[in-house]
């Protein structure tokens, strides 16, 4: 239980207006992006977890969960390992935690550890989509929004983005 108690440690000190802004309009460019072409197009390009993607890539640019990379590839494994799972085991309890395990080991194992697409397999398990999910909207969607945060983060801040490919 000791554990459990904080280590007294101050609140990581608040971010300055300008980022919180960066990040918010960063975010509202990219969602609009996807979902304003999958609505287009007539495609599904938006999953749940692209939100969680905004906060990283737009509020925490140059951490390496943050990086291209590991925002495509974490997506395209997460959501190929939940595709693999359902369709050799079935919609069961135990099949959507061995994905998610599976999901986070394989992003482990290749560098590209996306903490938001460790909830792929679970929108895997619920949709249970067809192998056309890993294209629309997992890649598709995934590389837009890379994109949209290499051309926004590049403008909006004088750091460079991605910090490695």
Do not use: E
């Not at 971010?15 to 990219?30: C, E, K, S, T």
């Not at 992003?107 to 398990?125: D, E, K, Q, W, Y």
């Amino acid at each position: 239980m000791k554990k459990l108690r904080d280590d007294t440690a101050a609140l990581p000190p608040r971010p300055h207006l300008r980022q919180v802004f960066i990040a918010w309009l960063g975010g509202v460019i990219a969602i609009a992006a996807i979902a304003g072409l999958g609505d287009v197009l007539t495609l599904s390009l938006l999953l749940g977890s692209f939100g969680a993607s905004c906060v990283l890539v737009f509020g925490f640019p140059d951490v390496p969960f943050s990086q291209p990379r590991n925002v495509v590839f974490g997506h395209l494994l997460s959501t190929f390992t939940g595709l693999v799972f359902l369709n050799l085991c079935g919609p069961h309890w135990w099949a959507v935690a061995l994905a998610v395990g599976s999901a986070i080991a394989l992003m482990m194992l290749t560098r590209t550890v996306h903490p938001p697409a460790g909830s792929n397999p679970v929108i895997v398990f619920l949709a249970q989509p067809s192998w056309d999910f890993l294209l629309y909207p997992t890649l598709s969607g995934a590389v837009l929004l890379t994109v949209v945060a290499l051309v926004y983060n590049n403008a909006s801040r004088k750091a460079r983005y991605p910090t490695y490919w």
